[in-house]
């Protein structure tokens, strides 16, 4: 069975400072992943994901995660957080049908 | 494109009601699915569809029925809601089922309470 988890419930950041959010992931295959970003309010929008090919994928907002098959984990980074940065992120995995984590919700400070 | 749209924003139910969330796309979407959003559970899939007139089961489908007559349209009926239900629901769709072809786009959501 496929499943995600997103070890860390909540991460506090300052403004300027980077960011590293942390996925593991169970998959019998080579796994399809994704990284959503939700803001308070609106639905999930989609910030990078990985099928195959390079392991360190870009996405927009200047976010960019790696892929690392031995230790089954997908975790995005940004190098400079924006204050408009603060949102919950859910990293997924799976091919027609998605599991999501519990999600990771980031806090900005001035 | 309007993309993907949800209709209501909200709605608060009484036990035992039933209700209709609507869900459109105008991207010609062949695959489309319903989810549930709870606190510390991230999202759950509850029912998908791979075209019209083909739907089939999600993690957590007990409660809610879809059907899909048209590509665009994919309904989610709770036939008796219960408190349990309470949860915001976010309808989805991609272009091809398998979708490590292309990405799912997500509604807004419509936040449901039930009494």
């Known amino acids: 069975a496929q499943s995600v988890t997103q070890p860390d419930i909540h991460i506090t950041v300052s403004e300027g400072a980077s960011l590293e959010l942390r996925c593991n992931y169970s998959?019998?295959?080579?796994?399809?992943l994704f990284w959503y970003v939700q803001s308070p309010g609106q639905g999930l929008q989609l910030l990078l994901k990985?099928?195959?090919?390079?392991?360190l994928v870009q996405g927009i907002k200047g976010f960019e995660a790696e892929f690392k098959r031995s230790q089954s984990s997908f975790n995005l980074r940004k190098p400079s957080v924006h204050w408009s940065d603060a949102a919950e992120y859910f990293c997924?995995?799976?091919?027609?049908?998605?599991?999501f984590g519990a999600g990771t919700t980031v806090t900005v400070r001035a | 494109n309007a993309g993907v749209t949800q209709t209501p924003k909200f709605q608060v139910l009484k036990t035992g009601q039933s209700m209709t969330l609507q869900c459109a796309q105008d991207?010609?979407?062949?695959?489309m699915s319903w989810y549930r959003q709870d606190p510390g559970m991230g999202l759950r899939l509850i029912h998908y569809?791979?075209?019209?007139?083909?739907?089939d089961q999600g993690e957590v489908p007990n409660g809610y029925n879809v059907s899909r007559s048209t590509t665009e349209d994919f309904p989610l009926r709770l036939l008796s809601a219960a408190p349990s239900q309470t949860s915001v629901y976010f309808c989805?769709?991609?272009?091809?089922?398998?979708?490590?072809?292309?990405?799912?786009?997500f509604g807004p959501g419509t936040r449901l309470t039930v009494l």
């Open positions: 990985y099928f195959s090919g390079d392991t």
């Open positions: 991207m010609n979407h062949e695959y």
């Open positions: 569809s791979v075209g019209a007139g083909i739907t």
């Open positions: 989805a769709s991609s272009s091809d089922y398998g979708i490590g072809a292309d990405t799912q786009y």
């Open positions: 997924a995995v799976g091919e027609d049908k998605l599991s």
């Open positions: 998959y019998g295959a080579t796994p399809y």
